[in-house]
């Protein structure tokens, strides 16, 4: 199975941006679809954006307006942008291959997002 690093996490303040990155051990150019997920506490985890090869997006609806993901091929990384943070954002986010309700590859350590004041 795949396996991932994430990164780009931290505390924040409300209103505020970071930006997530996610690397794939491996090339991850022939994976068609990625996606990004946060397990906040005491939840399950959910799918918060999904990206096809062919730039086909998909974003859970709290996020919608506010988070942007984008690949870059040459650099092998998934991208995060997340803008006018909530509180409610805060959990742990990992990177993932999406396959239906499931994900093909292994759970990375993913990297944690706090929004605070």
């Known amino acids: 199975q795949v396996q991932f690093v994430e990164s780009g996490g931290g505390l924040v303040q409300p209103g505020g941006s970071l930006r997530l990155s996610c690397t794939p051990a491996?090339?991850?150019?022939?994976?068609?679809?990625m996606g990004w997920y946060r397990q906040a506490p005491g939840k399950q985890r959910e799918s918060v954006a999904t990206?096809?090869?062919?730039?086909?997006?998909n974003y859970e609806d709290s996020v919608k307006g506010r988070f942007t993901i984008s690949r870059d091929n040459a650099k092998n990384t998934v991208y995060l942008e997340m803008n006018s943070l909530k509180p409610e954002d805060t959990g742990v986010y990992y990177c993932n291959i999406p396959y239906g309700d499931a994900v093909l590859g292994s759970w990375g350590q993913g990297t944690q997002v706090t929004v605070s004041s």
């Open positions: 990206l096809t090869r062919t730039g086909i997006t």
């Open positions: 491996g090339s991850m150019f022939n994976i068609y679809k």
